[in-house]
């Protein structure tokens, strides 16, 4: 069983920056041996992969917010990153960790222009 806390949401004005961190506990095998991702869901919105990033540190990311976010993994502190930038009023979700099947609870992600 894994467990994930997201921490770093808040509100950015257009063009601005915010981290994304999501900490991880439980059976560190499935943590290290699995992908570790973010997702996002917007109001009245399906809920979509925003970016992954495999064991071995291959990433994966939509099209909507490449160039603009780095997805980043810390293995030895078992957290997951997400760097975002250039940051754009469509960006504003609900943020959520998601590793073998387990999701954070979310962390709110409001940008205003």
């Known amino acids: 069983q894994v467990q994930l806390v997201e921490s770093g949401g808040g509100a950015a004005q257009t063009g601005g920056s915010l981290r994304l961190s999501c900490a991880a506990s439980?059976?560190?095998?499935?943590?290290?041996?699995?992908?570790m991702a973010w997702h996002r869901q917007a109001t009245g919105k399906q809920r979509e992969l925003v970016a992954s990033?495999?064991?071995?540190?291959?990433?994966n990311y939509a099209d909507s917010v490449k160039g603009r976010f780095t997805i980043s993994r810390e293995n030895a502190k078992k957290t997951v990153y997400l760097q975002m930038n250039s940051l754009k009023p469509e960006d504003t979700a609900v943020y959520y960790c998601?590793?073998?099947?387990?999701w954070g609870q979310g962390t709110q992600v409001t940008v205003s222009s």
């Open positions: 998601a590793v073998a099947g387990a």
């Open positions: 439980g059976n560190d095998f499935i943590i290290r041996m699995n992908n």
């Open positions: 990033v495999s064991p071995g540190g291959t990433t």
